[in-house]
């Protein structure tokens, strides 16, 4: 299967991982010491086999996951904003995303629905995916996301209104705590129209059902 501009899906996605914006050799190294350094914390040894190469490894994935904090939203946005007719709710459901609870760092996982009401412009599609990564790759808790991500859209397009809904599961009151496996956080965000016309906010939420 092919991606965008000839693009195999392989060559896309090697591509994706070369523009991912790097931490720099010194603070990747300060990373790998440091989980050197909890893992004898913890009573392990780095020195064992299946360990060796787990400091490296762990700051590549943390350097990954955080990857928002070297990203801003000119750079997401690119230009990929484009005259509109279109005055209607645009809706992109179900977008995926990851990040981590800035109290216990351990992952939240689950769902974001972005809306807004164009004012003479849209966004490419895929600008708003990539609006709800940069914000999530950070370390975050769940009501800030939600209002970061509005906020975001609202300064980039000026629409009408924007309205943000997170569902997401998070593995710090799952997997320690309380432990409640199936608890869902929601957390919402509503601006210009959507937080001032009843009906316009009816809708949003009736399109989310």
């Not at 350094?37 to 299946?50: F, H, K, M, N």
């Not at 955080?66 to 801003?72: A, D, E, K, L, V």
């Not at 990539?130 to 300064?155: G, S």
Request: charged share 25%.
């Amino acid at each position: 299967m092919s991606a965008n501009n000839g693009e195999t899906e392989l060559q896309a996605a090697e591509r994706r991982i070369r523009d991912i914006p790097r931490c720099g050799a010194a603070r990747l190294a300060s990373l790998e010491g440091s989980y050197r350094a909890i893992l004898e914390a913890i009573g392990e040894d780095p020195q064992r086999e299946g360990l060796l190469k787990t400091p490296g490894r762990a700051a590549r994935a943390l350097e990954f996951l955080t990857i928002g904090y070297r990203q801003s939203l000119d750079d997401i946005v690119n230009d990929a904003i484009f005259h509109s007719e279109a005055s209607e709710i645009v809706l992109v459901k179900d977008i995926e995303l990851y990040s981590m609870c800035e109290h216990h760092m351990l992952p939240f996982i689950g769902k974001a629905h972005v809306a807004y009401i164009p004012n003479g412009k849209v966004i490419g599609l895929s600008k708003v995916a990539r609006i709800v990564d940069m914000f999530a790759r950070r370390l975050q808790i769940q009501e800030n996301l939600t209002m970061q991500i509005a906020d975001a859209l609202m300064a980039a397009l000026q629409p009408r209104g924007v309205g943000v809904v997170i569902e997401a599961k998070h593995l710090c009151m799952m997997a320690r705590g309380v432990e409640k496996q199936n608890s869902v956080m929601t957390s919402s965000c509503l601006l210009g129209s959507f937080k001032e016309d009843a009906r316009t906010r009816s809708e949003f939420l009736s399109l989310l059902s």
